[in-house]
């Protein structure tokens, strides 16, 4: 999958973008992008700030626009002074999905005032009445496309730069069809744990035709592993886990990257990693896993699913123990949204447990209920039934957010319960939890990493 630019809209922002370059009078409108830029194996352009100019001191026509270069300075003033790129925003109320030759004639001179004053290679774009954009970079003189605009939000809009002129972009494939596997092969997902949950997530992206598949996990096999693993077998008992994943599926897709990461996702080369993919999917057990992919999310604008699962016990009066509830959790985030820190699913007070158990084991003993089944020790537990319905729950969550097919709206779903034993599942809106933006959006890779000490480049001291 060749990709080199993408341009990455949180859902507010987006919002706020359209709202004023279609203020409903049909004239276009004009406004400044500024962003944060990524470059690792491809380049990402993270939206961070707005500067609108007002419509009152623009000349604007339906097909034509002019803009004092008051604001492209104020613009420039605020980007320079984070490091900033801008990108020159204007509407095109028309519904014309391409770059015209005014819109060339103009950029030749903005453009290059802009980089004058940044140093950064800028960018220009077009939005639509729809909020479709597309978007170029000027390295130089010369324009490269923006291969994707996403934006991130209840539902996950792609726009892809193809070429095509008209009114507009297609809309999105329709969901479990050969346009929805043609349209994934576009693009990137990371699954953080490949284990019981998570071989069966990376499983089902792999045979539905997701272009490129990074892989994180840090463990190796074991025998007690291979009853819920899949594609492991006793050959493959202490080889890593990615690495083994990463084989099964170049076995049976000729198409389509794998890319293997056997570091903890809590290290700086697993985080460097995940954050070139479009989309994240967490199938981790863990606080510290749960909290780098909430940061992740936050910090490099990716819509972020998080599944998990759990059977909690209790005592018989008689003695012995019985199954009190099956449950399993799909929890969808979005930047800018509630985290999953917002919504209980970890708190500082269990990251601070896990640190006491892997640091200071005398401190704290491990307990018993982190395993599978609460109360209980299990060293194989079976529970691939349990991770198979809630791995299958996820992705399909993530087709909905990509390729609508509901009959209601997504931001109803942000958090989806089934419990097996009750045989009920409980839904919860966005609106239901409390945002408190505990994650600063569209930091990038500034340092330290994810605003985590533990990440920062480590300097030697003379």
């Not at 276009?28 to 491809?42: D, I, M």
């Not at 996403?150 to 069809?177: N, V």
């Not at 076995?251 to 994240?280: F, K, M, N, P, Q």
């Not at 691939?384 to 992705?395: G, K, P």
Request: aromatic share 6%; glycine share 8%; charged share 25%.
């Amino acid at each position: 999958m060749k990709r080199c630019h993408t341009l990455v809209l949180p859902a507010k922002l987006a919002d706020e973008l359209r709202a004023h370059l279609f203020p409903g009078d049909g004239l276009e409108a004009a406004a400044l992008l500024l962003c944060t830029v990524t470059s690792q194996r491809r380049r990402k352009w993270l939206g961070r700030e707005v500067v609108r100019v007002p419509h009152a001191e623009c000349t604007r026509q339906s097909d034509f626009i002019t803009w004092p270069g008051d604001y492209v300075e104020a613009a420039i003033d605020r980007a320079s002074a984070r490091g900033d790129a801008v990108i020159a925003v204007h509407s095109h109320p028309g519904g014309l999905f391409a770059f015209s030759d005014a819109d060339d004639e103009s950029d030749r001179v903005l453009m290059s005032a802009i980089r004058h004053g940044t140093d950064r290679a800028p960018g220009s774009a077009i939005m639509i009445p729809s909020g479709a954009m597309r978007a170029r970079v000027y390295e130089g003189d010369r324009a490269t496309p923006i291969d994707l605009v996403l934006k991130a939000g209840a539902d996950i809009e792609t726009w892809w730069d193809d070429g095509a002129t008209g009114s507009g972009p297609m809309k999105p494939a329709m969901a479990f069809t050969g346009d929805m596997r043609a349209s994934l092969s576009r693009l990137s997902v990371c699954v953080i744990g490949v284990s019981g949950t998570g071989s069966i997530v990376a499983e089902q992206l792999a045979r539905l035709g997701v272009g490129e598949i990074i892989l994180i996990d840090f463990d190796k096999i074991e025998e007690r592993n291979l009853n819920r693993i899949l594609n492991a077998t006793l050959a493959d008992i202490g080889a890593l886990k990615v690495e083994m994943f990463a084989d099964a599926i170049r076995r049976y897709r000729r198409d389509g990257g794998v890319i293997s990461v056997s570091h903890s996702v809590a290290t700086r080369d697993a985080v460097l990693a995940a954050c070139e993919a479009d989309i994240l999917v967490s199938c981790v057990d863990s606080a510290e896993g749960r909290h780098i992919a909430d940061r992740l999310s936050a910090c490099f604008a990716m819509p972020l699913f998080d599944v998990g699962v759990a059977i909690p016990t209790e005592p018989l009066p008689g003695g012995g123990r019985r199954i009190a509830e099956v449950y399993g959790r799909v929890d969808y985030v979005y930047p800018g949204g509630s985290s999953l820190m917002d919504r209980g699913v970890y708190d500082a007070a269990l990251l601070e447990a896990e640190y006491l158990a892997r640091a200071a084991p005398h401190a704290l003993a491990r307990k018993i209920a982190d395993g599978y089944l609460r109360g209980m020790a299990e060293e194989a537990p079976g529970v691939i039934t349990l991770n198979m319905r809630a791995a299958s729950a996820c992705v399909i969550e993530f087709i909905a957010r990509l390729f609508p097919f509901r009959e209601f709206a997504n931001e109803t779903r942000a958090r989806a319960i089934f419990m097996l034993a009750e045989g009920d599942e409980d839904i919860f809106a966005e609106s239901q939890f409390q945002n408190r933006h505990s994650f600063p959006v569209s930091e990038g890779a500034a340092e330290p990493l994810l605003g985590l000490p533990a990440l920062a480049v480590q300097r030697r001291v003379a």
